[in-house]
């Protein structure tokens, strides 16, 4: 299933750090994998596209990661209704510190 998932960032320098781990999948449950990421210039807000078995096992991974640093919430994607094209000049793969 695929789950889309708003963080209302509350403190981005501890959001963005602890995201690190989001972003790499270090520690993540083996079903859950995030495959886009598109935060806000201002940082105040992300959206992300995950995949995984459940609802639950994405928003217990999401909130145990980023704890008070963000505000998560999720909600399963309807895979009959929706469409995606990945647009021009965003990368196809994270790209993470060294």
Known sequence: MY?????????????????????SGDGAPTSVKVLQFYPAQDLSLVTCLWEADTLASVQG???????????NR??????????AE????LAAAPMLPA
């Open 74 to 83: 999720c909600y399963a994607v309807d895979a009959e209704r929706a469409f």
């Open 61 to 71: 991974w999401v909130d145990s990661v980023l704890g008070d640093a963000s505000e």
């Open 86 to 89: 990945r647009p021009l000049g």
């Open 3 to 23: 789950v889309i998932v708003h963080h209302h960032i509350k403190n981005p320098e501890n959001a963005l750090q602890r995201g690190q781990r989001l972003i």
